[in-house]
């Protein structure tokens, strides 16, 4: 069966560009989270979805940061005006529910020149 | 605010040798600890999950325990081979939250 899949697999952007990652869930998969992961360093909590609703966006590092899940399924991390400090690889995963394990994609890794 | 720590960040060790990896976290309420692989340019691979209220979970060469009283974990590995050569990542997940919170991992390279 497929497992989560992300897309683009690598994303180079210039300075002040606004970027779109997606994320494809396993299917009916309820819980949606991404995380952030610099080099060397373990996977930051961003965002948490369950379904369309976003419970929890406490690790969003500024409000260049966005994240939707308009029908509950595909989600989009968006990062405007993109700086040097937010290159690193973005993680998606999903859940059956919270209780679950937690499955990964194989990120996006994002490069601002 | 919860925090994982796991020591060493890197470990280097013959082929067939059996090791430890060991994981600290700080806030004792957790719902379950992950343990997770990750090899180089890839994403996370679950290895393991073990609920609060469990005290061990095996998969084949693989063995977790957990601690909760004393905030530890430690995943077991027998009979290492060159091909467990990975990172290996702890995460929590905390009281009501359902986010995980990780360590930085432990590099691990099994040499033929």
């Known amino acids: 069966g497929a497992g989560v899949s992300q897309s683009p697999r690598y994303k180079v952007a210039k300075r002040g560009q606004d970027v779109a990652l997606r994320c494809d869930p396993i299917?009916?998969?309820?819980?949606l989270f991404w995380y952030q992961q610099a080099l060397g360093q373990g996977p930051e909590f961003l965002t948490y979805?369950?379904?369309?609703?976003?419970?929890?966006k406490s690790g969003l590092p500024s409000d260049r940061f966005f994240a939707e899940r308009p029908e509950g399924s595909v989600s989009t991390l968006k990062i405007q005006r993109t700086q040097q400090e937010d290159s690193a690889v973005y993680l998606c995963?999903?859940?059956?529910?919270?209780?679950?394990?937690?499955?990964f994609g194989p990120g996006t890794r994002l490069t601002v020149l | 605010k919860q925090e994982v720590t796991q020591i060493p960040a890197a470990l280097s060790v013959p082929e067939g040798e059996n090791l430890v990896l060991n994981c600290s976290f700080t806030d004792s309420a957790i719902y379950n600890l992950q343990w997770f692989r990750q090899d180089p340019g890839k994403g996370l691979t679950s290895l393991l999950l073990i609920q609060s209220s469990q005290r061990e979970q095996t998969s084949g060469r693989l063995n977790a325990s957990l601690d909760k009283s004393s905030g530890r974990s430690t995943l077991y590995i027998a009979a290492s081979q060159p091909g467990d050569s990975a990172t290996y990542l702890c995460a929590v997940r905390s009281g009501a939250n359902s986010k995980l919170t990780f360590g930085k991992g432990i590099t691990l390279s099994v040499r033929p």
């Open positions: 979805f369950q379904n369309e609703a976003q419970l929890d």
């Open positions: 299917s009916g998969h309820v819980s």
């Open positions: 995963a999903s859940s059956l529910g919270e209780q679950y394990t937690q499955y």
